[in-house]
């Protein structure tokens, strides 16, 4: 506050009470957090941007110079990124303030990217369709507010807009960087980085396989089998004047390879404080590289604690409570970026290898929470609940589909009374949840409905199989009796011709004994039959 103009102070003690009802609201978990609520909130949050904005204007007017960023700008992010989960809670998801957490995420991502050197088309991709996402969650919330004639929305489109291109220059900038490199080596830039990544998430594993490792070995070895005996890569595209740069970046990532496989080789455990003293560094160092393992430990929690939370997100994440895993992250950016060492353990190998991991990590909790908010449903946190058992159902519907269908009606029958009980939820064709509309009608309304089609189809095809069964059935009956009938003819024949062959006809009509005997034959032989 002491650092902080006059003319700011009043903007700070309404922005800190907004930021202090947000605090409160994420922490309550009694009440679920209402989209009314967040909109007042955030209609208050933008008269304040707009009473600030205005007023540095009129200091830069004077002829002041202003000392940015503050105290207010920081609070105005974390604000942001407090106001961007919110609605994401709601299920408010196509809405330009929920955007705003997505970008900061994207830019993190794209940032570590850059710097860790690690990443192929395959993982631009996403990101690409993500941006243009939100450029048209941008494009539509623009033309609702001029219809609106809100004043104060000017303020969201603009700070919001200027996020978004950062991300796109940024995003441009590593493309770039990828496309420079001829169509023919992208196969072995793609190896390489492929490799490389798998050697980072060996040295950060729980449990590292060892297999694992000589796999990637054998195929470093394969990746340098296709250089020539100066150990250059060619291609057919460019000339080697042209390739130079080129040839640096893959030199430079099968480098790195090599010399991670070395370490761990040399290593023979990979206990973290085995790695700490072969730290070869100075005592003014110390204090810097002991900071570096806190970091490193603190990440590997926060690591941990978000895959679990990508398994169990339905039942125990609320999309606000991102907003302690982004601060802590924050926190740790800033302490990696206003690290101090010494030029010689900025030299130092094992330093490099450290802090290469640490971005490499740093990266991977921040995908992991990119992730997390793509995978929010539009649906309110009130209505959450329901939404996870309608998925469940059709899921397991689903499932019961694909494994050839129903043996019997009554299989079905849990999952009648499972939707008739959410159904009967419903009122007027809305779940009102404490005398509230909350967001996610349409999502929950088409995922019910989705699930009673399933039921039907699957009650179709159980008659068509009883249909089938009934209909082989007496087809089967039916060839039995004729092969039966077929059978009783050939014995017939066969019968007839053994009297024709052991008794004389002629000698039948003269020897009245041989007609008895013929007689009784007969009479024996069709008894048998």
Known sequence: MKDLPNYEKSVHEGLQQIYDTLLSMKNNRAHYISSKQVYTIYDQFLTLLKDLRVARKDEELKGMTLNLPNVNDRLIDDIWQLVSLCFVTCGLTKFAPATYSSLSTVYKLLLHLKDCRVYTKADLKPISHRLDEIRQILDQSYQDDEQEENSNRSEEYLLLRFKLKKCQDLYSELEEAIKSIPTDLQPVYGELLAIRKGLLNYVTAAEPNEATLSELKDRLKKVEHQRDEEGKFHSELVSADKLLSNQMVLDGLLDDCNNIINDLSAEKDKDLDSLFEKLSISDVDKAAVT??????????????????????????????????????????????????????????????????????????????????????????????????????????????????????????????????????????????????????????????????????????????KEENRNSSDEEVTDEEDKMSDDEVELKRSRFVGFNEADYDRASQSSCVSDSEVESDSEYEGNDYY
């Open 291 to 464: 900071k570096l393992k806190t970091m490193y430990l603190r990440l590997l929690d926060l690591k941990q604690t978000l895959e679990s939370l990508l398994v169990t997100r339905r039942w125990t994440l609320r999309e606000t409570d991102l907003y302690t895993y982004q601060k802590h992250l924050k926190e740790i950016e800033e302490e990696r970026t206003g690290l101090e060492l010494t030029p010689a353990a900025q030299k130092d190998k094992n330093v490099k290898k450290l802090q290469l991991v640490i971005i490499y990590i740093l990266r991977r909790c921040y995908s992991l929470i990119y992730k997390l908010l793509e995978s929010s449903e539009p649906v309110s946190e009130s209505l959450q609940p329901i939404h996870n058992q309608l998925s469940t159902v059709r899921r397991c519907l689903l499932e019961l589909k694909r494994i050839d269908g129903l043996n019997n009606l009554r299989e079905l029958y849990p999952f009648q009374f499972k939707l008739a009980s959410l159904d009967n939820l419903r009122r007027d064709g809305k779940f009102i949840v404490n005398n509230q509309i909350p967001e996610g009608q349409g999502t929950l309304n088409a995922l019910l409905a989705e699930c009673f089609d399933i039921l039907h189809e699957l009650k179709i095809e159980l008659e068509e």
